[in-house]
């Protein structure tokens, strides 16, 4: 009777310590937001953007910037993801993602990446960037019109 | 009882009570013996190490149990490999952040590892001090431009900070004024806080249509 007390006691501890771990291990999670969370880069050129169904579209002549700034939860690297209608021509789109330290002392920006495909749903991928601490990070996308960012994960 | 009886017990307890005594007789030989012996190993040692001590008067020949980090951590001509006792107590590991300095030594080391694309080098070099002169605000200066194989290092020097900043944006971050469309990296080095004294930047810039290598997190220091 006491053996059998004793593994119950033992399984009960190893189970709560299991549970214990599980619930303090860091969760492999994703941030996202809707292309309107952002802003135009241009503030005169603001009125040429719209809320669609959470995206953005850009209903202006030529391109214009579109900012949509990323939340940090862990100072580190970010690889953000920008999914997009690209109207017309892949070039109609394209986007790059910055980090910027808190002072503005360091900035650093990857590349301006296109779609692959024009005239279609995508998503763009500009790169890696790496937050300092208290630094700050977006993705910036020029559009063409009838573009929009729907939305932006990372 | 009959007397015989008696002398027998008699005669077997004094057996008994003689053989006690030469056991005993022979086990304080033996501890004798051993007693000589370990004289012997105490004299022996006593003298190795008065001649130890001869041959090196460092004032301090057993290792202390703890070692003061600057001590462990300083290189010394007399440090001691293979001495565990001499290792600094161990931290616990806490949570790192990238700071501007780490992510600038990255890409310093990054750049400098590179071997020369003398092709590539030179007309990136070309372009690069082209484009950076026509991105420059006034007041700001491109001090030098040295290209390798895949990055090229930019040093320029800006007025205040708001110089740095519209150089910044018009070199690396405007698709219309860009140097060239690569991922690019750009730090104050120099002149942060000395208020009227020149703004000193190092950037580095990929090749055209690549980024910058990131980080390693193994890498955090």
Known sequence: ?154 | MKTSHILASVVALAGIGVGIFIQNRCNDAKLAKLRKELNAIHMEATAAAADRADEDERPQRVAPAIVPFVQAAAPSSEAQPNEPEHAPPTVPAKPHSWTAQDLSDHYAAAFTAEDEDADWASRARQTAEERVRADLPAGSELRSVECRASICRIETSHADRDGFREFARRAFNDPTTGVWNGGSFSTIVSGNTDPGTPIVVVSYLAREGSNLPPPDPSEQP
């Open chain 1, 1 to 154: 009777m006491n053996h059998m007390n004793h593994t119950k006691k033992s399984l009960t501890i190893l189970a709560v310590a299991a549970l214990a771990v599980a619930a303090l291990a860091p969760v492999a999670s994703a941030r996202g937001l809707g292309g309107w969370g952002g802003h135009a880069d241009n503030p005169s050129q603001a009125t040429s953007f719209s809320e669609n169904w959470n995206a953005v579209a850009y209903n202006g002549s030529n391109t214009a910037r579109w900012d949509i700034p990323l939340v940090i939860d862990n100072v580190g690297s970010l690889t953000p993801v920008a999914y997009v209608y690209v109207s017309g021509a892949s070039s109609n789109v394209s986007c790059s993602s910055q980090a910027v330290s808190q002072d503005q002392s360091t900035i650093s920006n990857t590349v301006w990446a296109s779609p692959s495909v024009g005239n279609a749903w995508t998503s763009v991928t500009p790169g890696t960037v790496t937050t300092v601490t208290n630094g700050s990070a977006e993705i910036a996308c020029f559009l063409g019109n009838g573009s929009k960012v729907q939305t932006v994960t990372w």
